[in-house]
Structures are given as C-alpha cells and as structure tokens.
C-alpha cells in the first residue's frame, strides 16, 4: 500500500468525525447529479458553499464530475446525506469550472463555511493517490436555475 493511500484513508476517517462550523442552512453535503454523454445521470457526494449568490466547490480537475461538466454544464443539486443520497427535492443550475485564477473565490467560500475540515481536504488533494489521480484542485460554480429554499423557507445562497 502506498504511503498517499494510507495517508488519505487516514483522513478520509477522521473528516467523518469533526464537527462543522455552524451552517444557516444546516445543509452539510449535497448530491451533485452531472449527466454522461448518452443523458444518463450520474450523482456524487460533494461540499458546497454559497457566495455572491452562487455556490461553489472544490475537487480534484480530472474526477469524473469534472469531465461531465466541461462536457454538458447542466446539473442538478440537492441537500443529502454524508454519502450523497438525496434528502430532499432536486434543484436544477449550470455549472461551470472555474479558471486557476478564480479558484480562490470558490476557497474563501468553502473555508468560510467549513473552517478546517476544508483545510484537510486540500492536503488530501495536494499530497498520495488523490494528487496523483485526480489532478489539481478546480473550483466549481453553480448557478441555479430557480431560487431553492431550505427547509424553513430560507433561500439557498442568500
């Protein structure tokens, strides 16, 4: 076993047990539904944060959802479960990859509402299997098409 494989089951573990900073929206992970080239979709577990009105992500740039996106931007979001099974309705956006130089935006955003849980995942991405395989972090945006609302009634990405 390589040492970036242990490295990354290491805090793949320990990311499952921190608590996040406190979340208006109580919206913790989300399902990122991208569709293949035949149309068939294709959901994953995924972090968002709002800012600006839009939400943004970071994962590493040649993962799946990414290569789905730079080929159909279409998308759809949901609130899920830490395994990414939906927990509520789709909504459905456009997504877009961000350039290198607006990665920073999509990071202040996801520090901001994850503190250091985000900090571990971008050493996940930076060091082993994850680096080596998936390629270099790239931010995500997502416009929405509709205005959601959490439960409650409050907006998504006010």
Known sequence: ???????????????AGLQFRTDPHKDRFFALRTFRRDGSAKST???FAPANGRW??????????VRRIRH????GVAAATFHGEPLGRWHSG??????????CTAARAMTA???NQFHLFRLMLLIGASRQYGGPAVGL???????PRAAGGREYGA
Do not use: F
Not at 72 to 75: A, C, G, M, T
């Open 141 to 147: 945006e997502i416009t929405l098409d509709e205005g």
């Open 94 to 103: 456009r997504a877009r990859v961000l350039p290198r130089a607006e990665l």
């Open 113 to 115: 509402k994850y503190g």
């Open 1 to 15: 076993m390589r040492i970036g494989q242990i490295v990354r089951r290491t805090l793949t573990r320990s990311l």
């Open 56 to 65: 943004y992500a970071v994962t590493p740039g040649r993962s799946w959802k």
């Open 72 to 75: 159909n931007d279409r998308v």
């Open 45 to 47: 577990p995924i972090w």
